[in-house]
Nanobody, 124 residues
Framework: QVQLVESGGGLVQAGGSLRLSCAAS????????MGWFRQAPGKERGFVAS????????YYADSVRGRFTISRDNAKNTAYLQMNSLKPEDTAVYYC?????????????????WGQGTQVTVSS
């Protein structure tokens, strides 16, 4: 069973940048797609970005496309989410997740392992 630990969250002003990391341990990291989701207070956990097992295919939510970049380093068992041009509406707890399959997916049901989350707060 893979275990995931997120880091890199914090407080940033609107227009700023943050990079989140997701360190994986356990079963082979490169066998799974990875995803990032976020949950704001009072809202459901929603899809942000996904990357396939090899890092060659990515998929983004419309709200972050062009501002966020998902990547992975299979040699380091780590996935990343580079967040630029942050907006107050990006404020949420961000979760990384390991997929049950090789390919990208925006569906939470396609992910079977989750990290504990990291808080991102964007001030106006």
């Amino acid at each position: 069973q893979v275990q995931l630990v997120e880091s890199g969250g914090g407080l940033v002003q609107a227009g700023g940048s943050l990079r989140l990391s997701c360190a994986a341990s356990g079963r082979t990291f490169s066998s799974n797609a990875m995803g990032w989701f976020r949950q704001a207070p009072g809202k459901e956990r929603g899809f942000v970005a996904s990357i396939n097992w090899s890092g060659t295919t990515t998929y983004y939510a419309d709200s972050v496309r062009g501002r966020f970049t998902i990547s992975r380093d299979n040699a380091k068992n780590t996935a990343y989410l580079q967040m630029n041009s942050l907006k107050p509406e990006d404020t949420a707890v961000y979760y990384c997740a390991a997929g049950a399959y090789l390919g990208v997916s925006p569906d939470r049901r396609d992910y079977n392992t989750w990290g504990q989350g990291t808080q991102v707060t964007v001030s106006s």
